[in-house]
């Protein structure tokens, strides 16, 4: 490991990160609020102490080993989490230190569960910081480094390839630099539309411009404390389904579109598979709403059952609905919808829709070779062969997200929390939605837990975004192993 190019980066991430804390504490300053000052002091100092350390490695410039390159993502989101979880500490928006790093890695890690009892009533600046984490995390500290310092002089493959979710690290370009400011350049111009139709649609311009930021990075925090049934607009929600169905998709297809023009870059065995899954669970759900609910109109039904299957599909976690009032079988499919997640490419959590047409398709090749032994079959996504070996990473991927994924329930259960709230409360972190079901529900929180829940919960919320092996691997002996 490459000890010069990791303090040179991480001093950079620093001072970044502190950067960014500027914004929400100038705004807080304009605003007359006792934690702008707070929050301007920690940018300035952070800044100040990360530069130094990057000033000293200045002059390191080589190209990342994969053992440094590793190191590199997992400390970031280490550190990142670290330096958000100060302004909810020193300006005492959180009672410990520990609720204020569970804070600050679900924002980063766009999970959105929160410890926060009275969003109202916290400090507009510190509302604004929160959001902020989300869309830094949202595309992806290690992106967002790539795109806008050129001047570190290293290479990003390897930082690309262990920042970027899903079974497939798809570059858009040839250079790993020109791709993260594409993908930052796109993810930016949908923030900023998005910001422009909200406020169009009624919302004040600072909700327009959080809702904006935890939409594109399916993050879900919200302004509110009724989440997005305070607005009560079907248009802001029909809206916020749209961007939240955008953001769920590979964002290397939308860069396929503008460059060819060709409405069938869109079309891949992942998004007919995505949007069929999704299409078939929000008309179960609305018939079964429609059917069985009391005075409820149709229009409401396919409105409310549509953005709770976008919204939890997507990872984003918004509330329009309490929907543990709804019958029972809805709850199995919402959990099935914490599972698969969005595509993979996309700022959304969960296994990843490819993986599992991928373990699907592979069950199906085995059925069939028990019929005919000597057959040869090949399991394709986009008339392409798959590689034996990404689907056995697909298949170890899936066993350890259920191994941890175990491992948390036990932690919860035996902390005292039911069954039920347990096992979505595993599944909300892994799988970076944030509402579970049970005593964690939508509008409830994770204020109430025991610290050991909350550390094994905010350990999963970094694992699910990391997908596990990037952060797995720095506490396995053969990594440090020279």
Request: net charge neutral; aromatic share 10%; glycine share 10%.
């Amino acid at each position: 490991m490459d000890l010069r190019i990791l303090s040179k980066l991480l001093g950079g991430l620093v001072t970044i990160i502190s950067l960014f804390l500027l914004l929400p504490g100038v705004y807080g300053v304009l605003s007359e609020e006792s934690a702008g000052g707070t929050l301007i002091a920690i940018g300035v100092i952070g800044s100040l102490i990360g530069a130094i350390i990057f000033l000293t490695q200045r002059k390191i410039r080589s190209e990342i080993n994969h053992r440094t390159g590793l190191a590199i993502v997992g400390l970031s989101w280490i550190v990142s989490g670290g330096i958000g979880a100060l302004p909810y500490a020193l300006t005492g928006s959180t009672p410990t230190i520990l609720d204020a790093l569970f804070e600050s890695v679900s924002g980063f890690s766009g999970t959105g569960a929160s410890i926060l009892t009275d969003i109202e009533g916290t400090q507009s600046c510190i509302l604004l910081w929160r959001s902020m984490t989300q869309w830094i995390g949202g595309m992806g500290i290690i992106l967002f480094f790539i795109a806008i310092l050129p001047i570190l002089g290293v290479g990003g493959v390897q930082l690309f390839r262990a920042e970027t979710p899903g079974p497939n690290k798809d570059k858009i370009t040839p250079r790993v630099r020109e791709t993260a400011r594409r993908l930052w350049g796109l993810y930016l111009g949908l923030t900023v539309l998005l910001v422009v139709l909200l406020f169009a649609s009624g919302m004040s311009f600072f909700d327009a411009v959080n809702h904006a930021m935890t939409t594109l990075s399916t993050g879900g925090f919200s302004t509110k404390g009724d989440g997005i049934a305070a607005f009560n607009s079907p248009q802001i929600e029909y809206l916020l389904i749209i961007f939240m169905l955008i953001s769920s998709v590979n964002f290397s297809l939308y860069y396929r579109l503008f460059a060819t023009r060709k409405i069938s870059e869109l079309s891949t065995t992942e998004s007919r598979w995505y949007l069929s899954l999704l299409t078939i669970f929000t008309a179960i759900i609305t018939y079964t709403l429609w059917t069985q609910s009391e005075g409820l109109a149709l229009n409401d039904a396919v409105r409310q059952s549509l953005f709770t299957v976008v919204c939890t599909a997507s990872s984003t976690g918004f509330t329009n609905v309490d929907y543990m009032t709804w019958p029972v079988g809805i709850h199995t499919m919402i959990v099935l919808l914490m599972f698969m997640g969005g595509m993979s490419g996309s700022t959304a959590g969960g296994l990843k829709c490819i993986r599992i047409v991928a373990a699907m398709k592979q069950l199906m090749k085995e059925v069939k070779k028990v019929i005919h032994p000597r057959g040869l079959y090949a399991i394709k996504v986009n008339d392409h062969a798959v590689p034996d070996d990404i689907v056995n990473t697909i298949w170890g991927f899936i066993f350890l997200y259920f191994t941890v994924f175990t491992a948390l329930i036990c932690i919860l259960t035996f902390q005292g929390l039911d069954l039920l709230s347990s096992a979505t409360a595993a599944i909300s972190a892994l799988s970076n939605i944030g509402p579970a079901l049970g005593e964690l529900g939508p509008y409830d929180n994770y204020s109430q837990l025991p610290d050991l829940s909350k550390a094994a919960l905010l350990s999963g919320m970094l694992l699910g975004r990391l997908e596990f092996y990037t952060l797995i691997v720095l506490f396995t002996r053969e990594y440090w192993r020279k």
